[in-house]
């Protein structure tokens, strides 16, 4: 059994994704809640734009730990996800704070059910991913 620095990166990935599938599961009750109008859409925009750029710097940090062990294919794998943020976060409307979510626009349905879809697919991607690295994780701390 050895210990190495990948091994260690995906012990930290594991946690830290855990940690994403918790912001993605929380996304998905906030854009229900406004869907069902259980919610004001302000105060849904506030509790959820502080969240983005944790969430944003959380995957990053992860693929830079994973760049520094050489994992080439797992940075692959998360490649697409990591250009999806950069461009979405580029993008997104002019506010005064950080953040993607304007209470103005939200209601529509189109972009509610636009950001409801976008929950739900992260949330299958960082259960694939948190999967992915507990394999990768065991395969790294039995390999002789």
Not at 32 to 57: F, G, M, R, T, V
Not at 94 to 107: E, H, K, L, N, R
């Amino acid at each position: 059994m050895a210990f190495t620095f990948v091994a260690l990166a995906y012990i930290i990935a594991l946690v830290l994704t855990a940690l994403l599938i918790f912001f993605a599961i929380w996304h998905i009750i906030a854009f229900d809640e406004l869907k069902n109008d259980h919610k004001n859409p302000i105060e849904q925009c506030k509790s959820l734009n502080p969240l983005i750029i944790p969430e944003y710097a959380i995957h990053i940090f992860i693929n830079i730990l994973f760049l520094f062990g050489s994992e080439w294919l797992t940075i692959f794998f998360n490649m697409p996800l990591i250009a999806y943020h950069i461009n979405k976060f580029r993008t997104r409307p002019v506010m005064s704070g950080f953040g993607i979510y304007d209470p103005t626009t939200i209601m529509n349905a189109q972009i509610l059910n636009l950001a409801q879809r976008e929950g739900w697919i992260k949330l299958g991607f960082y259960m694939i991913t948190f999967f992915y690295y507990l394999y990768c994780m065991i395969a790294e701390l039995i390999r002789e």
